[in-house]
Structures are given as C-alpha cells and as structure tokens.
C-alpha cells in the first residue's frame, strides 16, 4: 500500500558487520551536519513499492519539518508535512489521513534536532556512498529508514541525499530513488497548503 509503505525502508542494502566505533561516529555526524544544514531542497522522485508499482514526481523539502510529495499527473496522491503533523491525501475517495511526524520514519528527515547516534547506524558498503539506517528502539510500530547519501564536496556538509528506502511494522517496502537535487532555492510560503478534499461539494 503506498501511504503505509513510503511513510514508514537505492537499491537493498544488505546487513553486514558493524563499522568501527570511529567511522560510525564520524559519518553519522556528517549526517547529522547535512540535516541541520538544509534550509531548502527541491527534487525528482521515483518510488517503487514492493509490488513493483513505480510512480515519480517532484519533492519540495523545507527545514525543519517541511515536505511535499507532488505526484505525476493523473495521480490522485498528495502528502505534505507541516506543522509537525504528516498528511495523506487521497483524492481518488476524498480521503484524508494525519498523524504526528515523529511517529514516521521520515520525521527523522525533518527534525534535524534529534540526535542520530541515539537510533541511526552506518551500515557498511560502497564507499562512495554513506548509508544510515534510523529506527526508534522504543516504538518498532514507527517502521525504519535506510537513507542513502552521495558524498559531494559541494553539497552541504559534503553529501547529497540520494533516496531512502522504507520499511514499515507490516513489513511494506518502499524504494525512493532522487535526482535532480537543488539546495537552497526560496520556496513559497505556502508550499505546504494542500486542499482537503472533504470539504468539495459533490
């Protein structure tokens, strides 16, 4: 299902051994240095489900707390977060979900504050790319994220983020893959309005 798989882990990334104390200490820091060096990021997207179900769009992302998944045309999809609330719109039923953020991996995204190496880990792989898998020991119910960065010198704190791979508590998988990453674009104060499609006289 697409709302339960994208808000809950580019390719699978297999488990390994630990890194060393020291090189998980340094990158997760560099990671935590490019969430809170975000103002503003806009992208392509390109989510697979674990059906295999692929649909793209574009991403609007705006420190702290701030998101908008805008589907290709013809999809009656739309989630935003703001106000510390994540939103699923559906407007094929004119149907609306919302829940805190902190209660979706993505709000280890868009809340910069958190400190990683209380629930993120490096997991080990290619060099050229860092990636850190967060999960929430206390609630599992939250699902877990893979995030997947680039190393780029010239992006902030020398990485890119390149997708995130989902996981919820059902065990729904969702791949997203970015391209196309611009940082530190104005973006409109609001970005983030969506219409609540309850309200559309019939």
Known sequence: MIRSA???PVAAIAMAAPAPAFAQGNDL????????????????????DRAGKVLTGTLTWKQPGNIRFQYQ??????????????T?????VRQVQ????RNSPL??????????SQFARVVPGDDRLLSVEARDPKHPEYGRITMVFARDPAAP??????????LDSQNNRTTVRLSNQRYGAPIAANAFRWNDPRRTNR
Do not use: C, H, N
């Open 157 to 166: 704190a020398g990485l890119t983020l390149q997708g995130w791979v989902a």
């Open 6 to 8: 994208l808000l809950a």
């Open 73 to 86: 045309k013809g999809v009656p999809l739309l989630i935003v977060a703001e106000g510390g609330a994540l």
């Open 29 to 48: 820091a560099s990671v935590q240095r490019y969430l809170r060096g975000v103002t503003t990021m806009t992208a392509d997207f390109t989510q697979t």
């Open 88 to 92: 699923f719109i559906d407007y094929s």
């Open 107 to 116: 709000g280890v995204l868009l809340d910069p504050s958190r400190d990683l």
């Open 98 to 101: 919302r829940w805190p953020i």
